[in-house]
């Protein structure tokens, strides 16, 4: 079936440290890819997507690239800040259920940066 | 900027009392959609509604739920008979399209504590 598998958290940085957190997926089709966010105390909001392979996702300095050949859509930032600590969950849509469940979730990952 | 609202913040239930949950969707949209978060555990789709009916449901919402649009405005969950697993973060969403390369749009969500 469908799936997206996230890194393990929690990951630590400083401030201006590079990010990366990794999200492969198990999928039939061609689904389209997401990275939402959850700062404390608030809901999930989108943080970025790419509809198809190839295609770069970005937002707030956050990229994302559809990489087909590896099933990856890993999350890159060059340089974190304390205000980027939240949780991220990468999702993606089954293109085999339109109207039903929407979206698959990872675990999610949590981000912690200190100054 | 329009968003999804949902109440309580936090509730706290004794075992097989029942709970409702409510949320407020996007007054223009069309899809709605129940997700549950288990402390620690990926985010889990529960149930999807579309016209005034459940257009799919997963394993996890058995007969114990059930979800309501009854004034046009308000979704809501019901939990009939809660047990301690039911304790959980409930996330609302919804959509204005079912094309999977649109937004899904997510409320803060309810954090249930089944004692």
């Known amino acids: 079936g469908n799936s997206v598998t996230q890194m393990e958290g929690p990951v630590t940085l400083s401030e201006e440290a590079f990010l990366t957190i990794n999200c492969t997926y198990t999928?039939?089709?061609?689904?389209?890819l997401f990275w939402y966010v959850q700062y404390p105390g608030e809901g999930l909001q989108l943080l970025l997507k790419?509809?198809?392979?190839?295609d770069k996702g970005s937002n707030k300095g956050f990229e994302a690239t559809y990489r087909k050949e590896t099933t990856s859509f890993h999350l890159e930032k060059g340089s974190v800040q304390v205000s980027d600590s939240a949780v991220y969950f990468c999702a993606l849509s089954d293109p085999t259920n339109q109207a039903g469940t929407a979206l698959i979730f990872g675990k999610g990952t949590t981000l912690s940066v200190s100054s | 900027e329009p968003e999804v609202t949902q109440t309580p913040s936090h509730q706290v239930t004794q075992m097989g009392q029942e709970v409702i949950l409510r949320c407020v969707p996007i007054?223009?949209?069309?899809?709605f959609y129940w997700y549950r978060q288990i402390l620690g555990q990926k985010v889990e789709f529960l149930v999807s509604?579309?016209?005034?009916?459940?257009?799919?449901k997963s394993e996890i919402f058995d007969d114990q739920f059930s979800v309501e649009r009854p004034d046009g405005s308000n979704f809501t969950l019901k939990i009939r008979s809660t047990k301690l697993e039911d304790s959980a973060m409930y996330f609302c969403?919804?959509?204005?399209?079912?094309?999977?390369?649109?937004?899904?749009?997510f409320g803060e969500g309810s954090r249930l504590t089944v004692l």
């Open positions: 790419a509809t198809k392979a190839d």
């Open positions: 007054s223009n949209h069309l899809y």
């Open positions: 999928a039939t089709g061609y689904p389209s």
């Open positions: 509604f579309y016209n005034n009916e459940i257009s799919e």
């Open positions: 969403a919804s959509r204005t399209t079912l094309q999977n390369t649109g937004e899904l749009f």
